[in-house]
């Protein structure tokens, strides 16, 4: 998975989905999130559930642990080693979910650049990616080393041919049994290994090669090109 993706709707059209009965504890504010090109380190909304209600909070994309300050904080999470190696271990048991309207990712055009494609749902919801990450718990102060990490998957089907990796994305009733924190970790690791959304929930499209600045984020960057 590449690191770019949007968030533009408002927190509110991504809570509506997950039937969330508590009062959502709402930092993000009310307006339209007007993302439509955020790259890592952008400070994104990030919803985890806490004993106080569903908290909305802005958080970094990427995070690593504190011995690790020799390289660059990774963005991304392998679903196949996120739950038992070392690297994550300290925040695999906080588990989050990014909101998104789409990704993006970049495609060899066959004469010297490079395309990039917009990925969506099919039925244009909300898509929930499966998270995890270092954030404020219980009403504690932000720290300066907060951050969250998408976790990714194995490609399939039509996918393939736009990249080999692809955030874990879960149903709005998976995705509620991921911020429960009463979901034991075992059953979180089922979860994203092998109840992801399948391919043929996506479509995508060509989009216009202004999405590879970060510096562009006219809503004009997710429309089709042909």
């Known amino acids: 998975m590449c690191g770019r993706l ?3 709707r408002g927190i509110h059209d991504f809570v509506a989905v997950l039937s969330i009965p508590d009062a959502l504890i709402n930092h993000v504010g009310d307006e339209p999130l007007a993302r439509y090109n955020a790259a890592p380190t952008t400070q994104l909304a990030l919803l985890h559930l806490e004993s106080d209600g569903l908290h909305a909070d802005r958080q970094r994309w990427g995070w690593r642990p504190h011995w690790a ?6 963005i991304n999470a392998r679903v196949e080693k996120v739950a038992h190696g070392p690297f994550f ?8 979910i990014c909101p998104i309207d789409n990704w993006f990712e970049w495609v060899d055009a066959g004469d010297g650049t490079r395309q990039p494609w917009l990925i969506r749902r099919r039925d244009r919801g909300p898509i929930y990616c499966a998270a995890i990450g270092q954030f404020p718990l219980g009403g504690a102060a932000p720290r300066d080393d907060d951050g969250f990490v998408i976790i990714t998957a194995d490609s399939a089907g039509g996918l393939l041919d736009i990249h080999d990796r692809r955030p874990v994305v879960l149903s709005a009733e998976l995705a509620r049994e991921w911020l429960d924190p009463a979901t034991p970790k075992e059953r979180a690791e089922q979860m994203v290994l092998l109840q992801g959304e399948g391919s043929d929930a996506f479509q995508w499209h060509k989009v216009a090669k202004a999405v590879g600045n970060v510096r562009n984020q006219a809503a004009t960057l997710i429309d089709e090109i042909t």
Request: aromatic letters at 12%; hydrophobic letters at 35%; zero cysteines.
């Open 6 to 8: 949007s968030q533009y």
């Open 89 to 96: 271990r300290a925040i695999w048991p906080h588990r989050a």
């Open 69 to 74: 300050k020799d390289r660059a904080a990774p």
